[in-house]
């Protein structure tokens, strides 16, 4: 069924990895407008060296990876970003100098999207905290101005890695409210160690190990029983 | 021939090749002696900057601390040539163990500076501040000082000529037993993660700092047989403006290999013989140079060379196995 | 006292033209990530054009000028051309092509100007009067020129949507372009700003000094030092450590005259053993490797 849609995403044979060291192998994966894909895999599997290499931090060796059916390969990460493909990284890193509003700012002056009450319906939180320097923010609070950031300009796909890293279990909770009803909006691709929140959103899940995608399901049994063989 | 005497050839090879060019070319003596010479400063840079992965823009303080330690012991102390060369290169281990901790603990940009800095103080110092023993800019003089030294009176310009190549010949066997041994690949290793050195047991810190006392010992020896062949010493030795020289021809040659200063310190030489003809001010071309080389040819002259002959032994092979 | 007074203003002076010179050395670090050594070609052209200007016009605000348009335009070209392919390499690939830039550039200038140095006539002679002691008007208008351009950069850095992409990347070049910012274009602009100033820098001091084709070189010295006293990547440590080491110059120089060369590489020696990142850097931009 799904052959006969064009992927939003799509990765065929991708090689990447630092300098002469390869950490990915023949990553081929398709991500479809709607979904909400998850990534598992232990450290170092190379979730987020893949997702560097889709954001474009990262040139791959080999391989393509088409958005919206055009190659993206080559270009500037803030190109791939401003054609709809936003990714937000790892460590919750702020610009933690800038206020929160200051911040928002700059991800509007990016994408000349300057309609913050839209984010503010998903993100309620943050309203409160526009005055606030963005360094003094819990972490809870810094991903959600992260994922503010991320949905300004409409983005298409979001890439996240790790949001819930270091995060208190009913502030996950929050998180896993927040990412249901952005699907609405966008498709999500999340790297997510946490097995509840996966179980509950996720609508295809790919398992990496060593550099290669090992496993990829869409059944809601299998997805279960894959993040568990994953953790136990 | 096996790879291995090829390789315990080489250092006999480009010192012979140097002798002959001499009995080629005599009016080029002055010259082939300062290849020598230049070749040693320069492989103590390649410790630094090839193995270790640190630019220091302070190299010309290393050499010009070596030549001043032999002309002060020369010009006050004593009269034998080959004690000053010793006294350099204990001040050159002195001064390594000294500043090394001091130094090797800045990483990258600062290393650099620092070493500028040190560069601009240790100008002033024997321009300004010890004038009464250094003379200032009018130069340390002490030729008719040195007596003549056993077997090989090294104060004639031949016979020095014939002494330098026998240090190069040395220092080239003890390079390369360097590159070789373990010290060598723990070098590069450092230089490319040191965190796994790290977790391997290695101490980082002693095996940079090892390196740094290499690479000054280097420059004072190449600065103390400067000032003997010379018979005196200046404050320009030391110059910061210098410093970019031995950086541009440590990459002329190909940084981190054995003999790449070697053929860096000859290009560069060989390029500045050349055009000092029509400039007499040659920052320009070593502006020009560096840049050319550092994006176009980064792997250098010898680099270059073993990477053609690298490659040609494999085609060969190939065709060896498809006959 | 009268001695103390004048050494304190020659000292801020000083400190003035530290600051406009380092601010290319620290911006450039801080943001881009590169050692900036030819902001100190910059620096030497602007003294020229100015006695160059001065000497067939008679105007130095004109050779001011063109020495702040000539040092951005070159700014320009070097960064779009050159430090273009140097981005996210090896710190060592910006230093030695920066550094070979400002060499190229001082075989110009010989070649232009001559080896000899030349001097600048100072555009005002008149002393201010202070409590007795006699000032040089032309010293204080040097304090007020890089005052009000720190002020001037502090308002762009925090006011305009431009300056806050800077203090952004300073932080994190990644996350700004993920936003979609072109952070290419922000370093060019940055770059041209800072090429500017250093320019400005060289003609302001051009009266001060002789004008020669190794000025370069000493300021080097001095804007490595101050900025990294201050902390590479610092715009405030890089202020607070040019105002410190003009007073070190100043005053240390009035004391015993070697300190005012020497003065300042002692303070910066003693922070390092202290403070390994500078007074006020920050840790992890500072070493260089850590690409």
Redesign the interface.
């Known amino acids: 069924m799904e052959e006969s849609k064009t992927p939003l995403l799509r990765v065929r044979n991708l090689y990447s990895g630092y300098g002469n060291l390869k950490v990915l192998f023949d990553i081929t994966m398709d991500v479809y407008s709607g979904e909400v894909i998850c990534l598992v895999g232990r450290n170092g599997a190379g979730k987020t060296t893949l997702f560097r290499t889709l954001a474009g931090f990262l040139k791959p060796f080999s391989g393509e990876i088409l958005f919206k059916q055009k190659n993206v390969v080559g270009n500037f990460p803030f190109e791939i970003a401003l054609s709809g493909l936003k990714y937000v990284h790892q460590d919750k890193q702020v610009f933690s100098d800038l206020t929160v509003r200051e911040n928002l700012e700059l991800a509007s002056y990016a994408t000349k999207d300057y309609d913050w009450d839209r984010v503010f319906t998903y993100l309620p939180k943050l309203k409160v905290l526009l005055q606030r320097k963005a360094g003094l923010l819990s972490g809870g609070e810094k991903q959600m101005l992260l994922i503010a950031m991320a949905l300004l300009g409409r983005p298409s796909l979001v890439l996240m890695d790790e949001p819930t890293e270091g995060l208190a279990p009913h502030l996950i909770q929050d998180l896993t409210q927040v990412f249901k009803e952005i699907r609405k909006e966008t498709t999500l691709c999340i790297v997510e160690q946490n097995l509840p929140m996966v179980t509950q959103i996720a609508d295809k899940v790919y398992s990496m190990k060593e550099g290669k995608i090992v496993a990829e399901t869409s059944n809601p049994e299998e997805i279960r029983a894959l993040v568990f063989e994953k953790y136990l | 021939m096996t790879k291995r005497t090829y390789e315990w050839i080489l250092p006999f090879l480009f010192t012979g090749g140097l002798i002959l060019t001499r009995y080629l070319f005599p009016a080029k003596m002055t010259f082939i002696t300062e290849v020598a010479l230049y070749t040693l400063y320069v492989m103590g840079n390649n410790i630094l900057?090839g193995y270790l992965?640190y630019?220091s823009?302070g190299q010309p303080v290393y050499l010009s601390m070596g030549a001043y330690s032999a002309a002060i012991y020369l010009a006050y102390l004593g009269r034998n040539p080959l004690t000053a060369i010793l006294v350099a290169i204990l001040m050159g281990i002195l001064v390594g163990i000294l500043m090394g901790p001091?130094l090797i603990?800045?990483?990258?940009?600062?290393?650099?500076?620092?070493n500028?800095?040190?560069c601009?103080?240790g100008l002033?110092t024997v321009e300004?501040?010890l004038i009464g023993i250094t003379r200032g800019n009018d130069g340390l003089w002490f030729r008719t000082r040195m007596v003549a030294t056993p077997l090989l009176d090294i104060r004639q310009p031949k016979n020095f000529f014939f002494f330098a190549m026998l240090v190069l010949l040395v220092i080239f066997i003890l390079y390369r037993r360097m590159d070789r041994s373990v010290l060598g690949a723990a070098f590069k290793a450092t230089q490319g993660n040191e965190r796994r050195m790290q977790f391997l047991g290695y101490d980082t810190f002693k095996i940079r700092w090892l390196g740094f006392v290499l690479a000054t010992v280097l420059s004072t020896l190449a600065g103390s047989l400067y000032a003997i062949n010379f018979g005196f010493v200046n404050p320009n030795l030391g110059e910061?403006?210098r410093a970019?020289e031995v950086?541009v021809a440590t990459?002329l040659g190909g940084s981190g290999t054995v003999y790449g200063p070697f053929f860096g310190a000859i290009t560069f030489l060989g390029i500045k013989e050349i055009v000092s003809q029509w400039i007499t001010?040659?920052?320009?071309?070593?502006?020009?140079l560096?840049?050319i080389v550092?994006?176009k040819f980064n792997r250098g002259v010898w680099g270059t060379f073993t990477d053609l002959l690298h490659r040609s032994r494999k085609t060969m092979l190939m065709q060896r196995k498809t006959p | 006292m009268s001695v103390w007074l004048s050494a304190v203003v020659y000292g801020l002076s000083t400190s003035a033209i530290l600051f406009l010179v380092s601010i290319a050395l620290s911006v450039g670090?801080g943001l881009m990530r590169i050692?900036n050594l030819e902001a100190m070609l910059y620096y030497s052209l602007g003294a020229y054009l100015t006695y160059t200007l001065v000497s067939s016009t008679g105007s130095m605000w004109l050779g001011a000028l063109s020495g702040v348009l000539v040092g951005a335009a070159l700014g320009f070209l070097v960064e779009t051309q050159?430090l273009r392919?140097v981005y996210g390499k090896?710190?060592?690939?910006s230093?030695?092509?920066t550094?070979?830039?400002?060499?190229?550039?001082?075989?110009?200038i010989?070649?232009i100007w001559g080896?000899n140095p030349k001097p600048v006539a100072s555009p005002t002679d008149t002393m201010l009067r202070f409590w007795g002691v006699a000032i040089p008007l032309y010293r204080v208008m040097i304090i007020g020129i890089a005052g009000i351009t720190y002020i001037g950069f502090q308002l762009f850095l925090t006011r305009t949507i431009v300056g806050k992409a800077i203090r952004a990347g300073i932080e994190n070049r990644d996350h700004v372009q993920s936003l979609g910012i072109n952070i290419y274009r922000i370093f060019t602009l940055t770059f041209v700003l800072a090429s500017g100033l250093a320019g400005l820098g060289g003609a302001l001091n051009a009266p001060l000094i002789m004008v020669g084709p190794?000025m370069g070189?000493d300021m080097?010295?001095y804007a490595?030092?101050t900025v990294?006293l201050g902390g590479?990547g610092s715009l405030k440590g890089t202020f607070v450590s040019a105002l410190i080491l003009g007073q070190v110059i100043s005053i240390g120089g009035t004391i015993w005259s070697?300190l005012s060369?020497?003065g300042p590489?002692f303070v910066?020696?003693t922070v390092?053993?202290f403070k390994?990142n500078g007074l006020f850097g920050v840790k992890g931009i500072?070493?260089?490797?850590?690409q």
């Open positions: 900057f992965g630019v823009f001091v603990r800045l990483r990258g940009s600062y290393f650099t500076l620092v500028a800095a040190f601009a103080i002033f300004r501040l910061n403006s970019a950086i990459l001010r040659w920052e320009l071309l070593v502006g020009v560096t840049i550092l994006f | 670090y050692v050159l392919r090896n710190m060592l690939f230093m030695v092509t550094f070979s830039v400002y060499l190229i550039g001082i075989g110009l010989q070649y080896l190794y070189n080097l010295l490595f030092t990294i590479l070697p060369f020497v590489f910066m020696f390092l053993i390994p500072a070493f260089g490797f850590d």
